[in-house]
């Protein structure tokens, strides 16, 4: 979250709410821009901020006329995108700040990344502020949209609402490297561009930006101003902008005398902004509610007071408290012309923020406010790619002169630096598993530095002019798979460690079209051209006819008519310590397939029972199904190899003739959506919700993390989890199931399947698969469970997306309308709150920005564990009451007001 234009109930008990809608307004005809300075140097030392004029040409400065503060091109951090004047029908309202006047834009790329570097280095404060004014720079007067990245994680979205619109993005931030990445990343709605991007250095000691987070701006506002301008430095040193704010329902105080003249505290707070404060026309408090909007968002709130009116000590006094949505934060009692400043110790969380200033009974004076600052906490869940990997391949950046468009992490925001495929790792830190330099005019020796790439899977350094040996180094990255080296002019021998790794297979080593290079030690000058034309063209031909093998091997089974020849194929790669079982057997199994207690693409599923007593379910593949024999193999593999208590276990198949049938075991309470949606069916309890939803998590979890190689679903919803007697849950239906190759991509492209509804949006339009498509089904599922609603809810008007019903709810902080309503309010509220907060964090429309499963399991257990004590509690509570009737227990529930106790 960034900095938002935003309503603002300005209120007193005898007036009611009188509506202020603040625009937060970077330009006015009475606005300043200017430099900032950190408190610690002298107000004309700028050497350590760094300001910068995107677009501006090179061995140019811009002046802000006003300030006379001189802002540099942007030739030196970033080296991509074009230089652009907006249009002239803007210019006057550009003039200042004179930076507003050239864009930089990226037309090309998906993501371009500034640079920054501060000479104070990492482990500092800063605040970033990044501006944008579209001016119909490109003559098509269409204003994008697209989003805007600290280093790897999503900063905000920028979306002008119209060409004059100067938006700004401002946020505090603890560096955790010496480089700041600032990135525009291009989402398909516009071609990305920025005007200016401006750092300060603050003190640690000020605003809690811990190493995790970084705290967006969500107002700044500077009461009781007389002028109606903004502030900045010189006035601020550390270039904060104050917006003022008055509104009738305040009487503005002020003094002409300097606050703070004789101190320095941390904050630094501007004379002019402290000079100046409101009081409330009743005489008793002072209300804002301000809305939040997104309830799982923590704020920090930073109060700033300083009295302006010299009150005799002998007959007057002036003393408050301060309220935060109801509850006391702390009582103020202020000193003359000194600053002091109260904030929230831990993160507060709600869609609404209501803050009371109350006069105290002993005052004789009505409280006042002076300014107030508001962040949201933005979690920097993603952790930047292996520093040791940035290390080398920054290093190989710089030895080869290779720029590509290589900026910011070589991993994150998604698309790689081009060349580059990274594993995807959940949070954690990415590793570079691919490097593809081919064709692009390397010289000199192979670089040192790509030993230093440890997990590095496939190195391509094919058909450029490297020269020397071929280093041992190679020979000893231990995940290497494919080496090319084919088509440079490398010389001497092959190490001894890559031509045996190369034999045993371990190895696809490419060395052919390197004349000087010889295979056998010790190398012989006669041999050598003899040796290596055999082994250039025997390799290569050994691999084409491989593939030839297969090519014909995968057209047969292709064949039309070939159905039935192909069954024996078929049944040898079903090999499985299940037995298989005939048709007239599945006859018997079923009764004659009797009862059906489920249907689906594949074909209808029957219960049986087997000649011991055991119950099972039987699904038979539908004559009309045109997938259906590929999904019985895939299914049929994918069950005998996994085996986990919350996956339906497999115990046979038919496959005779036409006949293909799957046997697994029956599951006596059917599937989730029945016990969701069908309101004959005794309603779920919150603990068998949150037990059902743990299951399946469990089940997903181990398709992802504890299946080599990992195996993504493709169409998990309620119907696919099954439920035994005891309500123990099960994921079953693997029909559209994919594994996934570990050994390279973060993604696999592949036709899409699935059911309306769960689809991930991201694998819909593009085709990428990951593990966190099924974590977006899984969230649906999720939404699902806690509503008691399908994941398509039909209306007389319009069908709406779970998502966008929950979404109503959630924004207004009712969740309690939200859940569905057959719970009669018996589950605790801290853990219905952490419940739909893991839902939500599942269906964001990006997918790097969902968990992996491993993280849903852990909250899941910690919802699960939450509802199990307070059942704990409330049977201690009942014992006691019958016990004793002596006294009267109350219950008093924190959590309805703010939500979840921040974490």
């Known amino acids: 979250m960034a900095a938002k234009c935003s309503r603002i109930w300005a209120y007193n008990s005898n007036n009611g709410f009188i509506l202020l809608l603040l625009y937060a307004v970077f330009l006015g005809t009475k606005g300043s821009i200017v430099l900032a300075s950190d408190v610690r140097r002298k107000l004309d030392d700028i050497t350590g901020s760094i300001n910068i004029d995107c677009g501006l040409s090179e061995n140019s400065i811009s002046i802000d006329p006003k300030t006379g503060i001189q802002y540099?091109?942007?030739?030196?951090?970033?080296?991509?995108?074009?230089?652009?004047?907006?249009?002239?029908?803007?210019?006057?309202?550009?003039?200042?700040?004179?930076?507003?006047?050239?864009?930089?834009?990226?037309?090309?790329?998906?993501?371009?990344?500034?640079?920054?570097?501060?000479?104070?280095?990492?482990?500092?404060?800063?605040?970033?502020?990044?501006?944008?004014?579209?001016?119909?720079?490109?003559?098509?007067?269409?204003?994008?949209?697209?989003?805007?990245?600290?280093?790897?994680?999503?900063?905000?979205?920028?979306?002008?609402?119209?060409?004059?619109?100067?938006?700004?993005?401002?946020?505090?931030?603890?560096?955790?490297?010496?480089?700041?990445?600032?990135?525009?990343?291009?989402?398909?709605?516009?071609t990305p561009f920025i005007s200016a991007l401006e750092l300060r250095h603050f003190k640690n000691s000020t605003y809690r930006a811990d190493p995790g987070s970084a705290l967006a701006l969500f107002q700044r506002l500077d009461f009781g101003s007389s002028s109606n301008d903004t502030i900045r430095y010189h006035d601020d040193a550390y270039d904060r902008i104050w917006y003022p704010y008055n509104s009738p329902q305040f009487d503005p105080l002020s003094t002409s005398f300097a606050v703070d003249s004789l101190r320095i505290t941390d904050y630094n707070l501007p004379s002019k902004v402290m000079q100046t404060a409101v009081q409330p026309m009743n005489n008793e408090s002072i209300n804002f509610d301000f809305n939040i909007g997104d309830p799982f968002v923590n704020f920090y709130i930073y109060m700033h007071f300083a009295e302006v009116e010299s009150i005799p000590s002998n007959d007057q006094s002036r003393a408050f408290n301060i309220e935060l949505n109801g509850k006391v934060l702390e009582e103020v009692g202020l000193k003359y012309l000194q600053s002091t400043t109260i904030s929230t110790l831990q993160p507060i969380r709600g869609p609404r923020l209501t803050i009371s200033l109350n006069r105290l009974s002993n005052s004789s004076l009505p409280p006042i406010i002076n300014a107030m600052e508001i962040y949201l906490v933005n979690k920097l869940w993603q952790k930047a790619t292996n520093q040791e990997d940035v290390n080398a391949i920054e290093e190989i950046k710089s030895s080869y002169n290779l720029f590509k468009g290589w900026q910011g992490d070589p991993c994150l925001p998604a698309p790689a630096w081009d060349g580059l495929s990274c594993s995807d790792s959940g949070y954690d830190p990415p590793k570079i598993i691919s490097l593809n330099l081919s064709s692009i005019g390397l010289t000199g020796h192979i670089s040192s530095s790509l030993s230093n790439l440890k997990f590095l899977q496939n190195l391509d350094l094919s058909n450029n002019s490297l020269t020397g040996p071929l280093p041992n180094f190679l020979s000893q990255l231990s995940d290497l798979k494919t080496l090319n080296l084919e088509?440079?002019?490398?010389?001497?021998?092959?190490?001894?460690?890559?031509?045996?790794?190369?034999?045993?297979?371990?190895?696809?080593?490419?060395l052919d079209q390197n004349p000087e290079l010889c295979l056998l030690l010790p190398c012989k000058e006669e041999k050598k051209n003899i040796v290596i034309p055999?082994?250039?063209?025997?390799?290569?031909?050994?691999?084409?006819?491989?593939?030839?093998?297969?090519?014909?091997?995968?057209?047969?089974?292709?064949?039309?008519?070939?159905?039935?020849?192909?069954?024996?194929?078929?049944?040898?790669?079903?090999?499985?310590?299940?037995?298989?079982?005939?048709?007239?057997?599945?006859?018997?199994?079923?009764?004659?397939?009797?009862?059906i207690i489920g249907k689906g693409g594949f074909g209808t599923v029957y219960h049986g029972s087997l000649a011991?007593?055991?119950?099972?379910?039987?699904?038979?593949?539908?004559?009309?199904?045109?997938?259906?024999?590929?999904?019985?193999?895939?299914?049929?593999?994918?069950?005998?190899?996994?085996?986990?208590?919350?996956?339906?276990s497999f115990v046979g198949y038919c496959y005779e003739d036409a006949n293909i049938g799957i046997i697994y075991e029956y599951m006596a309470c059917g599937n989730l959506e029945q016990y969701l949606l069908d309101k004959s069916l005794e309603a779920l309890t919150w603990k068998e919700r949150l037990q059902i939803a743990l299951d399946a998590?469990?089940?997903?979890?181990?398709?992802?993390?504890?299946?080599?190689?990992?195996?993504?679903?493709?169409?998990?919803?309620?119907?696919?989890?099954?439920?035994t007697e005891n309500f123990q849950a099960k994921i079953a239906d693997f029909g559209l199931s994919k594994y996934f190759p570990s050994d390279s991509r973060s993604h696999l492209s592949t036709g899409v399947v699935g059911t309306v509804g769960y689809l991930d949006p991201e694998y819909y339009t593009s085709g990428r698969l990951t593990e966190r498509s099924d974590v977006y089904s899984f969230g649906v599922v999720l939404l699902e469970v806690i509503t008691g609603q399908p994941a398509i809810i039909k209306n007389h008007d319009d069908n709406i997306h779970i998502i966008s019903w929950v979404s109503r709810f959630i924004e207004s902080g009712d969740i309690r309308n939200a859940v569905d309503?057959?719970?009669?309010?018996?589950?605790?509220?801290?853990?219905?709150?952490?419940?739909?907060?893991?839902?939500?964090?599942?269906?964001?429309?990006?997918?790097?920005?969902?968990?992996?499963?491993?993280?849903?399991?852990?909250?899941?257990?910690?919802?699960l564990d939450t509802e199990i004590a307070r059942e704990r509690s409330s049977r201690s509570e009942g014992q006691a009451m019958r016990l004793s009737n002596s006294f009267e227990m109350i219950t008093v529930d924190l959590g309805n007001e703010l939500g979840p106790e921040a974490r």
């Open 72 to 190: 540099i091109p942007d030739k030196t951090y970033i080296d991509t995108g074009l230089s652009k004047n907006i249009s002239s029908d803007f210019n006057s309202e550009a003039q200042s700040p004179a930076f507003l006047t050239t864009v930089r834009s990226f037309p090309e790329g998906n993501r371009n990344c500034y640079t920054l570097r501060p000479p104070e280095g990492k482990a500092s404060l800063y605040l970033i502020r990044a501006s944008f004014m579209y001016g119909n720079y490109d003559n098509q007067n269409e204003v994008p949209e697209f989003s805007l990245y600290l280093g790897v994680n999503l900063w905000d979205t920028v979306k002008p609402e119209n060409a004059s619109h100067v938006v700004i993005k401002e946020i505090l931030h603890v560096a955790v490297m010496d480089n700041i990445y600032v990135c525009l990343v291009n989402t398909g709605s516009g």
């Open 487 to 510: 088509g440079n002019r490398l010389s001497g021998s092959v190490p001894s460690a890559l031509i045996e790794r190369s034999t045993n297979g371990s190895l696809l080593l490419r």
């Open 534 to 595: 055999i082994v250039a063209t025997i390799v290569p031909l050994s691999v084409i006819f491989l593939a030839l093998i297969i090519l014909w091997r995968c057209k047969k089974r292709k064949v039309p008519g070939k159905f039935v020849n192909s069954q024996k194929e078929e049944e040898s790669s079903l090999k499985s310590d299940s037995r298989k079982y005939s048709y007239s057997e599945i006859v018997r199994i079923t009764d004659n397939f009797s009862t």
């Open 612 to 648: 011991d007593g055991t119950q099972v379910a039987v699904k038979m593949l539908s004559p009309s199904s045109t997938q259906g024999s590929i999904q019985f193999r895939t299914e049929a593999h994918l069950l005998m190899r996994v085996h986990h208590r919350n996956l339906a």
């Open 697 to 723: 998590a469990q089940g997903l979890e181990y398709l992802h993390h504890g299946c080599k190689p990992p195996i993504i679903h493709r169409d998990v919803k309620s119907a696919n989890i099954l439920l």
């Open 821 to 863: 309503p057959r719970l009669k309010g018996n589950f605790d509220t801290n853990s219905v709150w952490k419940f739909m907060e893991t839902a939500l964090s599942c269906v964001p429309s990006f997918s790097i920005q969902r968990p992996l499963m491993n993280h849903v399991v852990a909250e899941l257990k910690e919802c």
